[in-house]
């Protein structure tokens, strides 16, 4: 019974020898995680004066002495789980205020905006340019759409408030939303208007050209704007010169300017007919209805070829949704994998 006694007491007083350091070392002012990052400390460096005191005070324990080492033992133990779990309150706690700081902070808008890759986006309120916005946030970016009226008053949803609007018009002389640039990873214009010759191509050309000086001039790295479909009619027969002239006059002017001047980061989306819900006023024009159906049944042509058949192969020309050219813009605008120039309807069409 006493060689029994004895085992047991030297196998406490064992226990006692890995128990006591950390009860030192909990009872220190410095908290334990302040130590886990020191540079003075490696894992394999020598025991601790205390935890070497403590080994020896137990491993000196006669055998007659056992149950007081055992007390001892069972003391240190509960006070190192003690310790160990007020550090851990401590440490939550700590996480806790910060992600209390971090929430409050990202309550203001502009302060949640520089926690993401900011994407500026031109006509924003429009048909193509709200999917833009929506297709931003849904990448994690933090949208600023810049337009003549500012937030639309025709839409609905809750992504409009995770916008940040701002009113604007790309042809000011003064360029007043020049500002909203700055620290922008992307830009994405969907600017475009039908109506006199002069109006078009003042929106689709010159507007998208001072676009891009500003984009040019902020450092913005990437810019990409919605252009049109080329559709390649024979020479002496152009479309522009008797069909909206100033719209396709002022999209192929645009791109020549943006490749001169951001050759490395400017890209040309050329879409046909984007199909999709349109807010027209109070009401919704559901061009779905003819785009889907078309898109299907020309899936099954070599619509590529056939595009390229003087005059008639503009109807070969697939349709592409709305959604699938606001993806295809996002992407233009932040991914540098996606190659600078120009992005055409069947390269749209993958983003489907």
Not at 6 to 32: F, H, M, Q, T, Y
Not at 244 to 263: I, N, S, T, V
Not at 266 to 289: D, E, K, Q
């Amino acid at each position: 019974m006493l060689a029994l006694r004895a085992a047991l007491g030297r196998a406490i007083a064992v226990e006692a020898a890995g128990a006591l350091p950390a009860v030192s070392a909990a009872l220190r002012s410095d908290p334990p995680w302040s130590r886990a990052f020191s540079t003075d400390s490696t894992p394999g460096d020598k025991q601790s004066p205390d935890a070497a005191e403590g080994a020896g005070a137990a491993a000196g324990a006669a055998p007659a002495d056992a149950p007081e080492a055992a007390g001892v033992a069972a003391a240190g133990a509960a006070m190192a789980g003690a310790a160990a779990e007020a550090a851990g309150r401590a440490a939550m706690a700590g996480a806790a205020a910060e992600a209390a700081g971090s929430a409050t902070s990202a309550e203001d808008l502009s302060d949640y905006h520089t926690l993401l890759p900011k994407l500026v986006v031109f006509g924003g309120n429009g048909f193509v340019g709200s999917r833009v916005c929506q297709q931003g946030l849904a990448m994690g970016c933090g949208v600023v759409s810049v337009n003549r009226s500012g937030r639309p008053r025709n839409l609905r949803g809750d992504w409009l408030d995770q916008v940040e609007w701002v009113q604007g018009d790309a042809l000011d002389p003064q360029v007043a939303w020049r500002d909203v640039l700055k620290g922008a990873a992307g830009v994405v214009s969907t600017l475009g208007a039908f109506g006199s010759n002069e109006h078009m191509y003042k929106v689709c050309g010159t507007a998208n050209m001072r676009l891009v000086d500003a984009v040019v001039e902020a450092g913005v790295p990437r810019f990409a704007f919605i252009s049109v479909h080329d559709y390649k009619f024979p020479g002496g027969w152009h479309a522009q010169d008797f069909l909206l002239r100033g719209y396709f006059q002022g999209k192929r002017d645009a791109e020549r300017y943006m490749e001169d001047r951001l050759p490395s980061g400017g890209v040309a989306l050329r879409p046909g007919f984007i199909y999709g819900t349109r807010a027209v006023g109070s009401a919704n024009l559901h061009l779905g209805w003819v785009g889907a159906p078309l898109k299907v049944a020309l899936s099954l042509l070599p619509t590529r070829s056939l595009a390229n058949i003087p005059i008639i192969g503009a109807g070969f020309v697939p349709p592409v949704s709305v959604d699938a050219v606001a993806r295809a813009a996002v992407s233009a605008a932040l991914d540098p994998s996606v190659p600078p120039g120009v992005m055409d309807v069947w390269q749209i069409g993958r983003y489907e």
